[in-house]
């Protein structure tokens, strides 16, 4: 079985400044991936980055980084310098890598507002 | 490149009523999935097909059903509707071939929001 924790329901943070948002997982599954999505009020699901579990280095795309630290099972979500644009929710997944194994298991996702 | 795209956006049902949703999956991907987000949650997994066959299927009952067809598109049904069915349905796509290997990106569409009165 898998499990994603949120624990941020809801973060506010100035225009421009970083912020981390938290993700903690456990899973039996020796080997998965990690993502996380953006969801606007518009409903849907944005692709924002991956970490694969055996990827030495951390993901990083554009202004967001995945912080992994696979010992503590955490995933934290980085975005450097933020928009008005990023206010959304946004959930972190994850999913065991085996073939055939699409399923997606999410957490309830951090409400983030950014403040101009 | 077309995306994962949903039909219809938004519809309202009477309870005791069936629904049929679609998705047509991103160019070049086999694999449909289909996830109920009710407010104020994280998406659940109800079931993925693949080559016209359901492959998994989450903690849903039978009153949920899909169907995909020969290219590749879905549909996903829901019978004797009840209120708590009023969800946003999510519909992603992947390839299944790449499915054990990391970095398989799963893509959603903008969702269908259903809604029982």
């Known amino acids: 079985a898998q499990k994603i924790t949120q624990t941020q329901p809801g973060m506010f943070v100035q225009e421009k400044e970083a912020v981390t948002l938290d993700c903690t997982y456990d899973?039996?599954?020796?080997?998965?991936?990690l993502f996380w999505y953006k969801q606007p009020s518009s409903g849907e699901m944005i692709f924002l980055i991956y970490?694969?579990?055996?990827?030495?280095q951390n993901a990083t795309e554009g202004r967001y980084s995945l912080n992994f630290q696979k010992a503590r099972k955490s995933a934290n979500l980085v975005i450097s310098a933020s928009q008005l644009g990023d206010s959304a929710m946004y959930f972190c997944?994850?999913?065991?890598?085996?073939?055939?194994?699409?399923?997606?298991?999410f957490g309830t996702g951090t409400r983030l507002t950014i403040i101009p | 490149d077309a995306g994962v795209t949903q039909s219809p956006t938004h519809l309202i049902k009477t309870r005791g009523q069936q629904v049929t949703l679609r998705c047509s999956p991103k160019s070049g991907h086999d694999t449909v999935s289909w996830y109920q987000q009710a407010l104020g949650q994280g998406p659940q997994f109800i079931f993925q097909?693949?080559?016209?066959?359901?492959?998994q299927r989450g903690n849903f009952p039978d009153r949920f059903s899909g169907h995909q067809f020969p290219n590749y598109s879905s549909e996903l049904n829901v019978n004797a509707l009840l209120l708590g069915d009023s969800a946003l349905y999510l519909c992603a796509s992947s390839q299944f071939r790449d499915s054990h290997f990391s970095g398989n990106t799963i893509y959603f569409g903008e969702g269908s929001w259903l809604t029982v009165v």
């Open positions: 997944a994850m999913r065991g890598l085996s073939f055939g194994n699409e399923k997606l298991t």
């Open positions: 097909y693949y080559e016209e066959e359901e492959r």
């Open positions: 899973t039996s599954d020796p080997s998965y991936g």
């Open positions: 970490q694969g579990s055996y990827d030495q």
